[in-house]
């Protein structure tokens, strides 16, 4: 600090010299790894690449035959209707929790770490617990079964068309902690004059939320969107640990395929295309909150 | 006393790669991990000790299709290991064309593998431009199918002799709560015994034209549906098997909880390691005896290129010792599976065993798919089979349009 402020007064590249030196490695990363990296996947996607890269263009045929496979097609599928059930589900429930939490219970900490506790496991231990729960033999089935129930069936994992969403109840379960989280926090952030404002105008509690309150929150939705959008494009391990993307090939999801074609059928250019697929989804969300962020924040100043 | 800690500290670190790099420790990764396996790849690492040098083993669990992956990552990241499993064929081809792997010719030529290496075709396939780059190791057949005598015992039918009695014996197997076909998880099982049953039901000419010529028109041909009419009854026999690894379900098979399995020759080693003899408490049919033939998969080990010329050295003294006679014996006998060598004394072989060998003396041989199918189309092949044993309304004529489609396009 004390070097740099003098030097301060000097042209606007040379302001601050000490702290653009310390986010130059920062910044180098994010050229070359995330951007560089990136193009590279790209450049590669159309190639014929197969254990190892090689520029031999071959123009669109890593994504023709990408979209003509069956896998890839179920694999799109089931990551549609997981992403937008796990986006509402997570939104909605993470979000009652919190306003809930936030009527000045009782115990309140103690409700907060139970419902984040699963967020401190890993998706593979998280898969493996409800691959054991969701089991017909040993788990709910088998305990609603004992209870006199005989005739009851629930065996997600085993049944092709419902299987994406044994996978769901598991992400949900996992994921929801961390969203209330940030609900609450938002929630607190919010005046305590405005609720009393609505009180005197006697406008109901559950309108006070839905009209005032939520729009109130928008950065705070804006950011738990970008966080399950993410979590969402790239659930991969959840799926190994649960159903290892069986029965067949009913669960599953685009990461999987990446991965099995990059690593075990040898064929990286079809690794790289069905990657850069996935891609655009990414782009589609990180754009948009980018340009909010960053707009917003010079609004702020 | 911290200082003294980190201190201590700072010279293991330095000490560690210093000692690294002057011992003739060889790392060998490898995917041999169930009992059988593990009690055969301790024979190797005896042999290979008792030369001097030191085999440490860098098993990786979950099977080829999670070790591989690993395995290539190590070599083209820089990280090689001394030595390599892959199964013979086309997985490292691609490792060899970019040069990072360890050229054996000189020590082949010396000890003449050429001559006492049979069938000569696992040589071939790891030449490369006249040059050696791997050494065969055993030979492993797919076409094999294990009965628990104990389970026909159970459903009070005879064991049967063929395939085609097996399918008579399955409604009495099914009314006495047997599984009928073991079939673990894992999608390499179903597309394994899907290959299995086209040798042995189209036939040995049918079954080269689709995987060997890539003959589209041979995958639709008429013969060829048989197998898919047998698949079709297979994965209905097999649904209540809800196991994943292929040891779980020979498991089902030892403890007579499932009738069959349709597995390479590897399984016997569980039944060995269960106490089991061949004969008496198991029957084994090769090619669903139906069509007794042996298709030379296996195993071969690689042996990355290290700078350390030591090391350099004790790879090739690993190389020697895996073809070394006595080695080949104690290895095979432990496996379960045919030792490369022609010249070998296999008297201690178990009745299965001896058919297998019979067999191959006989040249009734196949070339393993492995061999003559790129990874890329075996994993698509893999995926048309495991999506139709595991969804019902996939109808056998689909699947067979599917899979004909995928050998059209075939490299």
């Known amino acids: ?301 | 006393m911290n200082i003294r800690v980190t201190a201590a500290v700072l010279a293991a670190t330095v000490v560690l790669p210093l000692g690294v790099a002057h011992a003739t420790d060889l790392e060998v990764t490898h995917w041999w991990t169930s009992g059988g396996e593990a009690a055969a790849v301790a024979e190797l690492a005896k042999a290979f000790d008792a030369t001097g040098n030191k085999w440490v083993d860098g098993a990786i669990a979950g099977g080829g299709d999670t070790a591989r992956p690993i395995m290539i990552s190590r070599i083209t990241g820089g990280d090689p290991m001394g030595a390599t499993q892959f199964n013979h064929g086309r997985q490292a081809e691609e490792l060899i064309e970019a040069g990072l792997l360890q050229d054996l010719t000189e020590v082949a030529e010396k000890e003449n593998w050429k001559d006492v290496i049979r069938p000569a075709s696992l040589l071939d396939s790891c030449t490369k431009d006249g040059k050696i780059y791997c050494a065969p190791l055993n030979i492993h057949s797919w076409q094999w199918m294990w009965l628990s005598n104990a389970a026909f015992e159970k459903a009070g039918v005879p064991v049967p002799k063929d395939w085609y009695e097996f399918e008579k014996a399955v409604p009495a197997l099914e009314k006495a709560g047997i599984v009928p076909l073991a079939v673990g998880g894992q999608s390499w099982q179903s597309k394994g015994a899907f290959d299995v049953m086209a040798v042995a039901l189209a036939g040995t000419d049918t079954w080269k034209k689709v995987y060997v010529e890539k003959n589209a028109d041979a995958a639709r041909s008429p013969e060829f549906a048989k197998v898919w009419a047998a698949a079709d009854k297979a994965r209905q026999w097999s649904k209540d098997t809800k196991v994943q690894d292929w040891n779980q379900a020979t498991n089902m098979v030892i403890t007579g909880k499932a009738a069959a399995q349709i597995m390479g020759d590897w399984a016997q080693g569980e039944f060995q390691v269960a106490g089991q003899t061949a004969g008496k408490d198991y029957t084994c049919l090769p090619g669903l005896g139906v069509n007794a033939v042996i298709s030379t998969g296996g195993d071969a080990f690689y042996f990355p290129k290290q700078k350390d010329e030591e090391k350099t050295k004790a790879q090739m003294v690993l190389a020697s010792t895996l073809l070394n006679k006595d080695t080949q014996v104690a290895f095979n006998l432990k496996k379960g599976s045919v030792p490369v060598r022609g010249d070998v004394d296999l008297a201690a072989a178990n009745d299965c065993m001896k058919k297998g060998l019979d067999i191959l003396a006989k040249g009734n041989i196949l070339p393993d798919s492995t061999m003559t199918l790129s990874p890329d189309t075996t994993n698509q092949l893999q995926d048309v089979i495991v999506q139709f044993w595991n969804t019902p309304s996939i109808t056998p004529e689909q699947a067979q349009a599917q899979f004909a489609d995928i050998i059209a396009k075939a490299d």
Not at chain 1, 19 to 48: D, E, H, N, Q, R
């Open chain 1, 1 to 301: 600090m004390s070097v740099s402020a003098p030097e301060g007064r000097r042209s606007g590249l040379t302001r601050n010299i000490a702290a653009k030196i310390a986010t130059l490695p920062m910044i180098l990363t994010a050229l070359v790894v995330f951007l560089g990296g990136t193009i590279w996947t790209v450049v590669y996607s159309f190639t014929s690449s197969k254990l190892l890269p090689k520029l031999a263009f071959v123009g669109f045929d890593q994504y023709e035959r990408l979209w003509g496979t069956e896998r890839w097609i179920v694999s799109v599928k089931n990551l549609m209707i997981y992403g937008v059930c796990m986006l509402i589900l997570s939104l909605v429930i993470g979000f009652i929790l919190a306003a809930l939490m936030d009527q000045k219970i009782r115990f309140e900490n103690t409700f907060r770490t139970i419902y984040l506790y699963p967020f401190a496991l890993s998706f593979i231990v998280t898969g493996l617990v409800w691959q054991w729960i969701l089991n017909p033999e040993y788990g709910v089935q088998n305990v609603v079964r004992s209870l006199g129930w005989t005739s009851f069936n629930f065996d997600p994992l085993y049944n092709q068309d419902i299987v994406i969403f044994g996978i769901l109840i598991a992400a949900v379960w996992q994921g929801t902690g961390l969203i209330m989280c940030i609900m609450l926090a938002g929630l607190r952030g919010i005046d305590e004059d405005i609720w009393k404002a609505a009180r005197v105008d006697g406008i109901p509690m559950w309108k006070t939320y839905v009209f005032i309150v939520i729009p109130m929150m928008r950065p705070v939705f804006i950011t738990a969107l970008v966080l399950i959008g993410s979590a969402i494009v790239k659930v991969y391990d959840l799926v190994v640990a649960q159903t290892g993307g069986g029965p067949g090939i009913a669960s599953e999801v685009p990461a999987k395929y990446v991965y099995q074609n990059m690593f075990y059928a040898q064929n990286l250019g079809q690794g790289f295309a069905a990657s850069t697929m996935m891609l655009i989804p990414v782009i589609i969300l990180v754009v948009p909150w980018a340009y909010l962020e960053f707009s917003g924040r010079r609004r702020h100043g």
